[in-house]
């Protein structure tokens, strides 16, 4: 059974830092890996999703890399505004359509 | 304005009295999903639907029922509510089950 497991749960930095959000599975035999946003009282939103074959997507200022034999995807936020303050989740999905597997999130607080 | 849409955003109800919390898409969107959040176990799927009269369990169906007659809309069904299934629900639905998922805000369910 996949399990995904992201550290730290709580992280806070200053204004313009770069940062680095880290999520694991323990089963690397996934179809794609998915990086959500949540805001408080507010649904999921989708940031990036990477495909297996592929490595690193990139959109603006977050980018996503993937590495598949180590169990390992990580989230870069390069120049950190206070606007990116939220709860980031990872999610491992198996097969194309088979349930998305969540792990607990990683609450960033970005101080101005 | 492309969005999924949950009625209602909040209730509070009593065991075993049936419920249906409503999901809506306007995005011509196949694939829908529910999903249950709580503390320390994160976001878990409950159900999900690939297309029109398809629909498959997730990690967590039990004491749930989904149904799925048309493409725009999957409403959950809990036909005794118990205390346990007090949570937050999230609805979802993306163009196809491999594709980054659009979250309604949530509705917060609590069983006395």
């Known amino acids: 059974k996949q399990e995904v497991t992201q550290i730290p749960a709580a992280l806070s930095v200053p204004e313009g830092e770069n940062l680095v959000l880290n999520c694991s599975f323990t089963d690397s035999a996934i179809y794609n890996l998915q990086w959500f946003r949540q805001d408080p009282g507010k649904g999921l939103t989708s940031l990036l999703l990477?495909?297996?074959?592929?490595r690193e997507q990139t959109s603006g200022r977050l980018n996503a890399s993937l590495d598949k034999s180590s169990g390992r995807s990580t989230l870069y936020i390069a120049a950190s505004q206070p606007g990116d303050s939220a709860t980031y989740l990872c999610?491992?999905?198996?097969?194309?359509?088979?349930?998305?597997?969540f792990g607990e999130g990683t609450q960033l607080t970005v101080n101005p | 304005e492309a969005q999924v849409t949950q009625n209602p955003r909040y209730l509070i109800t009593v065991t075993g009295k049936k419920l249906t919390v409503t999901c809506s898409q306007n995005?011509?969107?196949?694939?829908m999903s529910w999903y249950r959040q709580d503390p320390g176990l994160g976001l878990r799927q409950i159900y999900y639907s690939m297309n029109v009269e398809v629909t498959d369990k997730g990690d967590v169906p039990e004491g749930y029922k989904v149904s799925r007659k048309e493409k725009r809309n999957f409403p959950l069904i809990l036909e005794s509510p118990s205390p346990n299934q007090t949570s937050l629900y999230f609805c979802a639905s993306a163009p196809a089950g491999w594709q980054p998922q659009h979250f309604g805000d949530g509705t917060r369910l609590s069983i006395l």
């Open positions: 990477i495909q297996s074959s592929q």
């Open positions: 999610a491992a999905q198996k097969t194309s359509g088979s349930r998305l597997t």
């Open positions: 995005m011509n969107h196949e694939y």
